[in-house]
């Protein structure tokens, strides 16, 4: 490893690496861990670079070639992801090209061309195409001495989004045994890690590993009641922002959309099942600001790309914290405060288990290897639902699940934290009624039975069974089914009641439910305040001083731009930048300039419209 002399014996130019960034992107500095990474790019040694969404993977692999004059190759998994770079880069006027299967055969002639010609500081492209279409040999004839991989996980059997085709990249260290790899994830296991260093035989690697914790993100999980109203009131308090709304099945994302759209919200959904003109469509419409809400599965969220998202509406359970870490990592990636909203049910627990067993079943594997997938499967699932559960703050508990100490102060940015939850004033005698129901019914009936009873509803069953003669028939009249079940799978989750598994599961009593029947345990319900959140503090901060007239006059100004070059929006400007400029009011190009985000170029292309804006003139 090298040690400080070795640092010493071949010093980085801080100044120069300053100058560019301030030049190129109008950022003041380096978050610290891309420092780091890009004195490791620089100096040629491997590394290993864990960063969160949204910590600013890209600007280490991006910066380095400025700085020497190289052209370096970044390899990813998608079109989409790929497309969106290039076209931020471009907007700051970095050579740059992406090479795909969407391009036609000219435009991938020229690529080859500027490349020969040593024009481009960067090249993306997919594994399968670096490793198949005598890229290679190109690139060595140009002198390629940098590799970075970005999503490497995708190279692991570990990881969550594992890419077999990500495999063939071991074949680069033998291609190009003077070049230095760098790998790029948002995946911190250690197992993900290990696979990722021996699988692209990294020599003794620079291991950088970022906080997980997004302070700007505001975590909230909320009952499931009602998943259709409580879309739309999270929604309303995101009216004209970028949201993205998950469910699990493609049919309700369609429903949703309609809905939404029927509803005035410029909304619209995307799933694997749409042909791939509309996924694009949809993903283009998204990014140019021509709609706010995109109505997804969790399968392609990777492909949805937009820095300003300012809410992740989860309607139903995601399968593992990994996977809503990196679901919920799509929002607020500008560094702004921003909303993220599960919608909880232990119902989704019980759907992902049956699922989990039916799939492992169904597959060629052994008896034994099934029983090991679903064990963890179902392992993960639990995490995500003790993380529901808990009455804790939310970034603890998550940083923790990362293996990263959180202090334990109130995080002000948490339903906990800004105590947004509230108790039913009667937890216990409701929950005393419910279970003393279950005892009635015999442990034979499922969650919907035992609240139709408990509602006095005049069902078909009830009457079968005689159950209107209960004593528990209408304890609970006055709520309705949605809220009767609530409470229910809230006593599920606390285990104080149990369900069998099959394919009709029955609610039964155990010993926890038997304390509380007898008033040895007391328990307590959780009702969600009816619709109030509390500010968070960042939220607060994002907006001190800045004049929201201006700050959406800039961005309708934007969307034209946008739409008008095809180009995504916050490629043009992000809302940070926005917000900067409608902070600070600049009235000359120097003072613009000395806005976040505002380079050379960029005032170059923009300062005049800018400052008429601000001016309150028309953009000429
Ligand atoms: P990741 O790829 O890790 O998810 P990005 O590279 O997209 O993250 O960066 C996230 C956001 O942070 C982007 O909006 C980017 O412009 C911003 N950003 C990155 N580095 C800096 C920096 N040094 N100073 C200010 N903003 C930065
Ligand atoms: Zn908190």
Not at 283 to 299: G, H, L, N, Y
Not at 304 to 331: C, F, M, N, W
Not at 362 to 379: M, N, T, Y
Not at 578 to 586: G, N
Request: neutral net charge.
């Amino acid at each position: 490893m090298p040690g400080p002399a070795d640092t010493a014996a071949e010093p980085i130019d801080d100044l120069r690496i300053r100058e560019i960034l301030s030049r190129w992107w109008g950022f003041e500095t380096l978050r610290p861990l891309q420092a780091d990474a890009i004195r490791a790019a620089l100096g040629g040694r491997d590394s290993l670079v864990v960063m969160p969404t949204g910590g600013g993977k890209s600007l280490c692999y991006q910066l380095p070639p400025l700085v020497n004059e190289t052209t370096d190759v970044v390899v990813s998994p998608l079109v989409a992801l790929m497309k969106d770079q290039v076209d931020a880069l471009e907007a700051i006027g970095y050579p740059a090209a992406a090479l795909h299967s969407g391009l036609s055969p000219d435009e991938r002639r020229q690529i080859r061309d500027r490349l020969a010609a040593g024009e481009l500081r960067l090249l993306f492209t997919a594994p399968e195409r670096l490793v198949n279409s005598g890229l290679l040999d190109l690139l060595a004839q140009v002198g390629v001495k940098r590799f970075s991989i970005d999503e490497a996980h995708c190279i692991s059997q570990w990881g969550h989004d594992f890419r077999p085709e990500y495999r063939q990249l071991a074949l680069l260290r033998e291609r190009f045994p003077s070049a230095s790899i760098h790998a790029f994830t948002a995946t911190a296991t250690p197992r993900v890690r290990d696979d990722i260093v021996s699988q692209l035989q990294l020599r003794e690697p620079e291991v950088l590993v970022g906080i997980f914790d997004r302070p700007n993100l505001v975590y909230r999980v909320v009952p499931r009641t009602d998943r259709m109203a409580q879309t739309l009131q999270v929604l309303g308090r995101h009216a004209g922002e970028a949201s993205i709304v998950y469910c699990i099945s493609r049919k309700e994302t369609e429903r949703l959309a309609a809905r939404l759209a029927a509803e005035g919200i410029l909304a619209r959904p995307y799933h694997a099942g749409l042909d791939t003109k509309e996924r694009h469509k949809t993903q283009e419409a998204f990014s140019r600001e021509t709609i706010d809400v995109v109505v997804a599965t969790v399968a392609f969220g990777m492909g949805i790309d937009r820095s300003d998202v300012r809410l992740v509406l989860h309607t139903s359970l995601p399968k593992s914290l990994e996977a809503y870490q990196q679901e919920t990592g799509r929002a607020g990636r500008d560094g702004l405060a921003a909303e993220c909203v599960l919608l909880y049910s232990s119902a989704d627990v019980f759907s992902w288990e049956s699922l989990v067993r039916k799939s492992a079943e169904e597959s060629d594997l052994e008896p034994a290897e099934a029983e090991k997938l679903i064990a963890g499967q179902v392992g993960h699932l639990h995490s995500m639902r003790r993380y529901a559960q808990a009455a804790r703050c939310r970034h603890a508990a998550l940083s923790e699940y990362f293996g990263q100490a959180y202090g334990t102060e109130p995080c002000g940015a948490c339903d906990v934290c800004l105590d947004e939850t509230e108790s039913l004033p009667d937890s216990t005698v409701t929950a005393q009624k419910i279970l003393s129901c279950v005892a009635r019914v015999g442990e034979r009936f499922g969650v919907r039975h035992v609240c139709e009873v408990l509602r006095g509803a005049k069902t078909e069953g009830i009457q079968r069974h005689g159950h209107e003669r209960l004593s528990t028939f209408g304890l609970l009249s006055a709520l309705d089914q949605r809220a009767a079940e609530n409470l229910v799978h809230q006593l599920l989750d606390q285990d104080l009641l149990s369900r069998s598994g099959g394919d009709r599961p029955v609610v039964a009593l155990n010993p926890r439910s038997w304390e509380v029947m007898r008033g040895e345990r007391s328990v307590v319900l959780i009702e969600p305040r009816a619709g109030t959140t509390r500010k968070a503090k960042a939220d607060v901060d994002d907006w001190q001083g800045v004049d929201r007239d201006l700050f959406e006059r800039l961005r309708k100004w934007r969307r034209r731009v946008a739409d008008a070059r095809g180009k995504p929006a916050w490629t043009i400007l992000d809302d940070k930048s926005l917000r900067a400029i409608a902070r600070e009011k600049p009235l000359s190009p120097a003072a613009l300039l000395r806005c976040k985000g505002i380079g050379e170029k960029r005032l170059a292309d923009f300062g005049a419209a800018v400052l008429d804006l601000v001016a309150g003139r028309d953009p000429a």
